[in-house]
């Protein structure tokens, strides 16, 4: 069975240095957890979001993302979301940061959350109806369009992983360490950069004609001033309300 759409272990060399927790956001990760003394942490990656003051394992696919992992960092099973090698109700919480919309057969995987947690399942991912809310929309629309097809609706997450739900926005901070697109709401010239988009699995699903396009209509906006024009204010902007999402759910 496929790990993902994505293939991180030819592509994802850049994550640890590009995709580092973001300590704002991690607050709101780690309040969504709650008093969980286990967790379980799906598509774990290099390790973002995990809490170190709790017993943490890691589920991650990928060889070239767990060799990312920092020494130190909670262990990892080789396995995928929707075939966890555990009992039901084996750890008090299930944790998936930004991983979903990988998968080959998401609600398998959500199933499998919600089997495996006692107690809180808690999903970091995009709301692909707030998608389009983001500037980069505006040059990269073939981007947004691949975005949406392939994150779950938040009525979905709720539908599949029940009891006690809430969606929350999480508020990006201007500075982000995670480099995902919209954490460059007020740095647009990041975009430029074609190993910062390397880090971001979202281009792998735009023509490399469309990405080209794109990076070169924002090149010449910034040049001339046009995008200060439209979108300046962001640079003063300490937060954006996004897409980024926090699917928390509590057992019934």
Known sequence: MSAGDFDYDARGQGYALRRRPD????AHVHEA???????LNVGAGAG????D????LAVEPSAQMRAQ????????????????PFDDGAFDAVMAMVTVHQWPDKDAGLRELRRVARGTVVVMSFDPDALDHFWLAQYAPELIEAESKRYPSIADFQQILGGEFASK??????????G?????????????DAAVRGAQSAWAFVDRADESRAVDELAADLESGRWDERFGGLRRQPFYEGSLRL????HS
């Open 53 to 56: 003051d709790r017993y943490v």
């Open 180 to 192: 995902f697109t919209e954490a460059f709401y007020a740095r647009p010239e990041q975009l430029l």
């Open 33 to 39: 957890l709650g008093d969980a003394r286990t967790v």
């Open 23 to 26: 300590p704002r956001i991690a």
């Open 69 to 84: 992992r920092p020494a130190g960092a909670a262990p990892a099973v080789q396995a995928v979301a929707q075939q966890l």
């Open 247 to 250: 699917i928390i759910s509590h």
């Open 169 to 178: 926005v999480v508020p990006i901070p201007i500075d982000c360490t995670d």
């Open 48 to 51: 973002s979001y995990e809490p």
